[in-house]
C-alpha cells in the first residue's frame, strides 16, 4: 500500500520533509539596531526573549543609568518582573552578569555577528576568489572581531 492509498483509508501519511521547512532562507526577523519601546511588561518580555534568540550583543539600559552590553545566553521569566532575570556575557569580557527585568529601562540591539555568515556564502566567497585568481584559498570562517 502506498502513502496515497494510506492517506485516503483514514490512516496517517508520513510527512513530506520538503514541506517541513517553516522560514525560508533569509527570512529571519532583522533585529540588528532594533530598539524597543518596553512601554509595558509585555512588551518587555517580548524584547527579552528575541534578546535571547539573537545571535549578536544587546545593550541593556538599567533604571539607574549603567550600561551593560554583551550576549544573552540564559533568561529566566519569573510571574513578576521582580521574579525574572536575564544573564549575559559581557563584551568586555568581565564575568557572566545577572540583571533583573524590574532594573531594565532600556534595550537595544547591536550587530548581528552571524549575519551573512552562512555556509553558502562562505562558498559563494571562495568561488568568486578563485575566480579572481587568487591562490591558496580555502573555505575557512572568518573572525568574529
Same mark, same amino acid.
Given at each position: 500500500?502506498?502513502?496515497?492509498?494510506?492517506?485516503?483509508?483514514?490512516?496517517?501519511?508520513?510527512?513530506?520533509?520538503?514541506?517541513?521547512?517553516?522560514? %525560508?532562507?533569509?527570512? #529571519? =526577523?532583522? &533585529? @540588528?539596531?532594533?530598539?524597543?519601546?518596553?512601554? +509595558? %511588561?509585555?512588551?518587555? #518580555? =517580548?524584547? &527579552? @526573549?528575541?534578546?535571547?534568540?539573537?545571535?549578536? +550583543?544587546?545593550?541593556?539600559? #538599567?533604571?539607574?543609568?549603567?550600561?551593560?552590553?554583551?550576549?544573552?545566553? +540564559?533568561?529566566?521569566?519569573?510571574?513578576?518582573?521582580?521574579?525574572?532575570?536575564?544573564?549575559?556575557?559581557?563584551?568586555?569580557?568581565?564575568?557572566?552578569?545577572?540583571?533583573?527585568?524590574?532594573?531594565?529601562?532600556?534595550?537595544?540591539?547591536?550587530?548581528?555577528?552571524?549575519?551573512?555568515?552562512?555556509?553558502?556564502?562562505?562558498?559563494?566567497?571562495?568561488?568568486?576568489?578563485?575566480?579572481?585568481?587568487?591562490?591558496?584559498?580555502?573555505?575557512?570562517?572568518?573572525?568574529?572581531?
Amino acid at each position: 500500500m502506498t502513502g496515497r492509498e494510506a492517506g485516503h483509508r483514514g490512516e496517517p501519511q508520513a510527512p513530506n520533509p520538503d514541506t517541513l521547512e517553516v522560514v %525560508e532562507r533569509g527570512a #529571519r =526577523e532583522q &533585529l @540588528e539596531g532594533w530598539v524597543p519601546e518596553l512601554a +509595558d %511588561e509585555n512588551e518587555l #518580555r =517580548e524584547a &527579552l @526573549e528575541r534578546a535571547f534568540d539573537y545571535r549578536g +550583543d544587546v545593550q541593556i539600559t #538599567r533604571k539607574d543609568g549603567s550600561k551593560i552590553e554583551g550576549f544573552v545566553f +540564559d533568561r529566566r521569566s519569573g510571574p513578576t518582573l521582580a521574579d525574572s532575570f536575564v544573564r549575559l556575557l559581557p563584551k568586555d569580557g568581565t564575568a557572566k552578569t545577572s540583571v533583573g527585568y524590574a532594573d531594565i529601562a532600556a534595550l537595544s540591539f547591536g550587530r548581528d555577528m552571524a549575519a551573512g555568515k552562512s555556509w553558502e556564502a562562505w562558498v559563494r566567497q571562495y568561488w568568486e576568489r578563485k575566480a579572481a585568481g587568487e591562490k591558496g584559498i580555502s573555505l575557512q570562517p572568518e573572525k568574529l572581531e
